[in-house]
């Protein structure tokens, strides 16, 4: 994975390859264990997120990587996909690790959960 801020992911046993998280162009957004956000390894406030989001997206990427410690407050991952939402990222991967054994000085391919964040459709008109 690219540089960045580390953080002890969430277990999982049914996410995916996302070879795509290790390009330098990769949005990442990291999630600490007390709350704290990270766009690459540049703090960001949740308030901030949004607009930060907007200038980094370029058509190579429009997906948001999520690398959020197993212990961040659950409440600071959803600031995170409010942000993306508002920034109209459409693609959200979850950054997880997985149970499996790895030789010592073994590359591991990121993997994560993807799920796509639907559109806002306008209010309906009576």
């Known amino acids: 994975m690219q540089k ?5 992911l969430a277990r999982t046993s049914s996410a995916v390859p996302v070879p795509d998280a290790d390009n330098q162009e990769a949005l990442i957004i990291a999630v600490t264990d007390g709350g704290g956000l990270y766009l690459g390894i540049d703090a960001v406030t949740p308030e901030g997120l949004a ?13 948001l990587y999520i690398k959020a410690d197993a212990r961040a407050p659950y409440a ?3 600031k995170v ?12 991967t979850l950054l997880t690790t ?8 073994m590359m591991v391919s990121p ?14 008109t009576k």
């Not at 960045?4 to 002890?8: A, D, E, K, T």
């Not at 996909?81 to 959200?92: N, R």
């Not at 993997?111 to 309906?124: D, F, N, T, V």
């Open 51 to 63: 607009e930060k989001l907007k200038a980094r997206q370029s058509q190579h990427t429009q997906t």
């Open 76 to 78: 600071s991952v959803v």
């Open 4 to 8: 960045g801020i580390s953080v002890q």
């Open 111 to 124: 993997e994560g959960i993807e799920m796509e964040l639907a559109r806002s459709s306008p209010p309906a």
């Open 81 to 92: 996909l409010d942000a993306a939402h508002a920034a109209h990222v459409l693609s959200v």
């Open 98 to 105: 997985q149970p499996k054994t790895t030789q010592v000085g």
